[in-house]
């Protein structure tokens, strides 16, 4: 026979819709209520006495029982009660079907646990469709349980994890708060956040990030918040943070966005750096000082030197000297570049902003250029245009001096440098500084703006320079919501580009 | 009339190196001091034209001796020029701007050390 086609018998045999236990001490009900339920396709085991019956149940528990009451030795009654006693069949629907058609014996019935009474004789029509009750208000009734137990397991889990994120939220020693999208209304803080700000919960919640003046500059707020827009998270965006008493904090800010019952929200997560930039800020301070006083009593003694008025010095000895006194001040260059470049990391310093126009500031950097360019021999160009700008004219003046001392130390004798200004639309000042020098090979581009990443490692000591001048003006570009990068083809030249917004 | 000119560091190399510079460049008289308290002592006896005074000093620093210079009858006119290895703007030092000419960062040049006091003092 082949194993594709099944035979008829196969087809005809349809799955065991229950199995039922039958318990009769008249062999022919027996018999008879085992063909009629075998025939329906139910799986009946059919006993005479009442103590099998209990044991084959407990055995192997059926879906259902059918149970006669006059019976020798134990009635139905008693093995009902038994059956209810017992742990492993107490759930099992019995039904009684008895000669006896007396209500009291029907009460009896019910009373030891019976969930139905059929009479003999009976119509197996009845008998089926009680048993098809019966099977149907088990079968709810264990989805109930299971379904019951499932929300148990759910609302036992959901509680869980409802702990776990309670207990971090109030216990993260970093401050906390959910506020709205729509108007930075807080809807929730944890205690870290409490302690920061000063305010008690009653004074924030419901309050917004304005009611509160939380952000002293809310505009770089919002510049954290528009890179959620982005889709981008935020981290650690420093930002100065007023608090109850009206104290500034620095904080460091992480903002996430997160959706609660339907309404957009952020996540701010907070890290107090006040301490750290103190201590840094201090350090700072006396490494200064420190490294300083030694430079200055060194450079000073090596000036005095040189004057001649202690002493002629030989000629091989003023050359010593000479070098001596030139890497004195680059070693003062070195360190006042280290501290400009920290000072603006730290954002210690602010732009000192003052009107002026670019046409003066382009004539300052020449005028301070020229000794150099002539020594050189190189000659400045300017095509200066007159746009008044409000701008930390200082930082602007060192960044176009660096950027005219590097082109002055990369042009060979005899070339020219180009220093152009021209104001574009959304009055943007682009600033061009063009050589005709060794230019910088294409994967420097970017790296020559890092912190000593010259073109050529010699190159700092060749040129005199520290490594930090890029650096330094790319932090002050910055600062000033602006840009520099630079262009270049090796051999023909660089192009320093800076994008200055006018205010 | 020669000026005379009071230096105070706690720095014995600075000390020297300032006076000497001034020495070779100018005829004015002289003097040192290695504290704050020396300062005012030495100020208060000899009344000098000009106090270079170095802003970090231990003990008596020189915003505190500044302060005892101001409040004393005797010092309190006497030009004072702060001398400082710090670079901070002197709002941040708490020193009020009207009580001094002007303010010196080290490291400064021992040999245009006289020029720029003439610069600024209009000597």
Same mark, same amino acid.
């Given at each position: ?93 019995? @039904? ?31 008998? +089926? ?55 930075? *209304? ?25 009611? +509160?003046? +939380? ?63 103190r201590?840094?800020n201090e350090?700072i301070s006396?490494?200064s000082h ?17 004057? $001649?008025?202690? $002493? ?17 001040? *680059? ?8 501290l400009?470049?920290?000072r603006?990391?730290s954002?210690e310093t602010r732009?000192n ?63 020219? @440098? ?63 919501? $602006? ?21 | ?54 802003m970090m000093?231990?003990?008596?620093d020189g915003k ?18 702060l001398?400082t290895?710090k670079q901070e703007p002197l709002t941040q030092t708490g020193v009020d701007p009207?009580?001094v000419?002007?303010v !010196?960062t080290?490291? !400064? ?15």
């Amino acid at each position: 026979m082949s194993a594709s086609a099944p035979s008829p018998q196969t087809v005809q045999k349809k799955a065991v819709r229950a199995d039922i236990l039958v318990i009769d001490d008249t062999p022919e009900n027996l018999h008879l209520l085992s063909t009629l339920l075998n025939e329906r396709n139910y799986k009946v085991r059919s006993v005479t006495k009442g103590v099998t019956g209990i044991r084959g149940a407990i055995a192997a528990p059926p879906d259902l029982i059918l149970l006669d009451i006059n019976m020798p030795e134990m009635n139905g009654y008693e093995v009902c009660e038994q059956l209810k006693a017992n742990e492993s069949t107490c759930d099992i629907p019995v @039904i009684f079907i008895s000669a006896l058609g007396d209500v009291l014996d029907k009460v009896r019935a019910f009373n030891v646990g019976g969930v139905d009474f059929i009479t003999k004789p009976f119509q197996i029509e009845e008998v +089926l469709a009680r048993i098809r009750t019966h099977l149907t208000l088990r079968r709810l009734q264990l989805e109930q349980q299971a379904q019951n137990l499932r929300l148990q397991q759910e609302i036992s889990d959901r509680r869980r994890a409802e702990e776990t994120f309670e207990k971090s939220f109030l216990a993260s020693p970093s401050p906390i708060a959910i506020t709205t999208l729509r108007d930075y *209304r807080f809807l929730a803080v944890n205690p870290s956040f409490m302690r920061l700000t000063g305010y008690a919960k009653a004074a924030i919640l419901d309050r917004t990030t304005a009611d +509160l003046k +939380l952000w002293p500059e809310p505009a770089l707020y919002q510049s954290a918040i528009s890179q959620l827009a982005q889709g981008t998270r935020c981290e650690s965006q420093e930002l100065e943070c007023r608090t109850q008493k009206g104290e500034y904090r620095t904080v460091l800010i992480s903002l996430e966005r997160i959706t609660l019952h339907g309404e957009s929200c952020v996540l701010n997560i907070i890290n107090d750096i006040t301490e750290r930039k103190r201590i840094e800020n201090e350090f700072i301070s006396v490494v200064s000082h420190e490294l300083r006083t030694p430079m200055h009593s060194m450079v000073g003694a090596l000036d005095l030197l040189s004057t $001649g008025e202690l $002493g002629e010095l030989s000629e091989q000895g003023a050359q010593i000297l000479s070098v001596a006194t030139t890497n004195a001040e *680059r070693l003062i260059r070195l360190v006042n570049d280290i501290l400009d470049l920290e000072r603006l990391k730290s954002g210690e310093t602010r732009l000192n902003r003052t009107h002026c126009n670019i046409e003066d500031l382009f004539a300052q950097t020449v005028d301070a250029m020229r000794a150099m360019a002539d020594e050189a021999d190189v000659t400045l160009h300017v095509q200066a245009v007159s746009v008044p700008v409000f701008v930390d004219c200082d930082r602007i003046l060192q960044t176009l001096t660096n950027l005219l001392s590097n082109a002055i130390k990369f042009s060979l004798p005899g070339g020219t @440098i180009l220093l152009t200004a021209a104001l574009e639309p959304d009055d943007i000042l682009h600033i061009r500084v063009i050589d005709q020098g060794r230019g910088i090979p294409p994967d420097r581009l970017e790296s020559i703006f890092e912190r000593f990443q010259q073109v050529d490692a010699s190159d700092a000591r060749k040129k005199g320079g520290t490594g930090l001048g890029l650096a330094i003006c790319r932090k002050i570009l910055k600062q000033h919501n $602006g840009s520099i990068w630079a262009e270049s083809a090796v051999g023909e030249g660089s192009t320093f580009h800076v994008r200055l917004p006018v205010e | 009339m020669s000026k005379t000119v009071l230096i105070v560091d706690d720095e014995e190399d600075a000390l020297a190196i300032a006076t000497l510079g001034l020495q070779m460049k100018t005829d004015w008289v002289l003097l040192q001091a290695g504290s704050g308290q020396q300062a005012l002592d030495v100020s208060a006896e000899k009344v000098p034209d000009l106090i270079l005074l170095d802003m970090m000093m231990p003990d008596m620093d020189g915003k505190a001796t500044l302060a005892a210079l101001k409040a004393n009858p005797k010092t309190q006119s006497i030009a004072v020029i702060l001398m400082t290895a710090k670079q901070e703007p002197l709002t941040q030092t708490g020193v009020d701007p009207e009580q001094v000419v002007t303010v !010196f960062t080290k490291p !400064f040049r021992p040999l245009s050390l006289a020029d720029e006091i003439r610069t600024v003092l209009g000597w």
